[in-house]
């Protein structure tokens, strides 16, 4: 955990984003999940490999229903580093996001609900 948590460390906004997933694919991640509602993440990789982070912040509420399109418009200004990552957590509960699930094998980011919907699906940037 220490290992994923110094990669953690190095992302200044979401433009790092891709760079912290490359650093989690030298240490065999193959997926992460990160929950919204206090922001612990699942890690999965080779061999049955899975460990679990604390949560990151006090506990949120993720809406019931979920807005997809206001949900896409909150993670674009993020990216484009017009919001911080706390913010960016509170819109995501807003419009219902519960988990992103980052695959590293596909290169994918997806955005689920919290009735297990797919959201919103993007690939993530090779750097």
């Known amino acids: 955990m220490h290992q994923i948590e110094e990669a953690q460390s190095k992302i200044k906004s979401a433009a790092d984003f ?15 999940n990160t929950y919204v509602n206090d922001g612990h993440s699942e890690y999965f990789g080779k ?9 990151k912040y006090t506990v949120i509420q993720v809406a019931e229903n ?18 911080d990552y706390a913010t ?9 996001v519960e ?12 955005y689920y609900d919290k009735t297990g919907n797919k959201m ?8």
């Open 120 to 127: 919103l699906e993007e690939a993530i940037p090779v750097v």
């Open 47 to 55: 061999d049955n490999y899975a460990i679990q982070s604390n949560g």
């Open 99 to 110: 988990k992103w699930v980052v695959d590293t094998n596909e290169m994918t980011c997806t």
């Open 88 to 96: 960016f957590c509170k819109h995501s509960a807003e419009t219902g």
């Open 66 to 83: 979920s807005d997809t399109k206001k949900f896409t418009h909150y993670l674009k200004i993020h990216q484009q580093g017009a919001t």
């Open 18 to 32: 891709p760079y912290y997933v490359q650093e989690l694919i030298k240490l065999c991640v193959t997926v992460f």
